[in-house]
Structures are given as C-alpha cells and as structure tokens.
C-alpha cells in the first residue's frame, strides 16, 4: 500500500518521455552534433588529425582526401575548434541511425604553395657562397694550369741544371 499514491499519480500525469521516432524534441544550443566539413575551403593542414582524441580523423595533403570514421568520433568538437579556416563544424543533431557501417571520404584540391624565391647562386648548408661564376670558374681553371706534368717536371729538371751550370760559369 506504500505505492498507491504513487501509482495514482503516475497514471493522472502525461508520461515524463517521448515517443522518440514520432516526437523529436528540439536540440539544445550548441548542442556538438554531426561533423561537417566544407571541403572546398579545407588547407589540408592535418591540425584536425593531431587534436582529434580518438583518432577518427585522416588527412591526406598528398591525394586530397579528408577521412572521417563517425562511428569513432566522440564529439568532443577539438577539431572545429583547431581548424584554422574553420572549415569543420558541427550540426546540432546527430547522425541518423544506419544499418552499415561506413567512413566518410570527402575528396578535394589542396592550395597549391608558392614557392619561396630563393638565390639562384645560393650555396648548399655548410659550404661558402660562390659570388660570382666567373670567379669560381677561374679558381677551379687556376690550379689545373699551374699543375704541371710528371713528364714536363723531368724535362725542367736538366734545363734548370743547365742554367745554373751557365750562371757558376759566368762568375768565375
């Protein structure tokens, strides 16, 4: 008999939940719903893919793609927040329920980078830098010329003999 009132009450009351399927009820504000993303406007930075927690994020820069497995997602909305471009948001209602389970591939176009001017005399990391061509070209011309060959070195040898043979000659 303690749950009589209870019970009576219960029955006089309309019921505390929905009919879910037939009676949506209204999200709440910034409610951390589905993930979207506008793929036209992603830079490929893969910022969403380091913060995500659970990892349900890949980005390709190389092929263009932006993979998502929402089953791995936990909402936490990381990725909307790091986004750079704020490409990335959330609906205010979750997915819809689904018999399969599949990823989500978007594919697009990453932003072509301009390639930074750099010197076209610019030396490598560690080594001099080669002011002019005409310079480098004559130092490496300047010790193959003064490099003289075996063969010419025995050929001086004789003559310079002979020319110190002439000088003691001529000073006596």
Known sequence: ???TPTVVKNLLK???TRKYP?????????YRGELVIDIDRCIFCSSCERKCPSQCIAVDRDKGTWQCDPYACIY???CVDVCP?????????HRKPSTEKTEWIEQGTPPRHKKKET???AAPKGTAPVLDKSAAAAEEAAPAATEVAPEA???ERPAAKD?????????K
Do not use: N
């Open 14 to 16: 309309k019921p505390a």
């Open 163 to 171: 020319k110190k043979k002439d000088e003691k000659k001529g000073k």
């Open 1 to 3: 008999m303690l749950f």
């Open 119 to 121: 010197p076209k005399d």
């Open 153 to 155: 070195k025995a050929e």
């Open 85 to 93: 471009v704020k490409c990335l948001s959330m609906k205010d209602v």
């Open 76 to 78: 936490c909305g990381y």
């Open 22 to 30: 037939f009676e949506v009820r209204e999200p709440f504000p910034k």
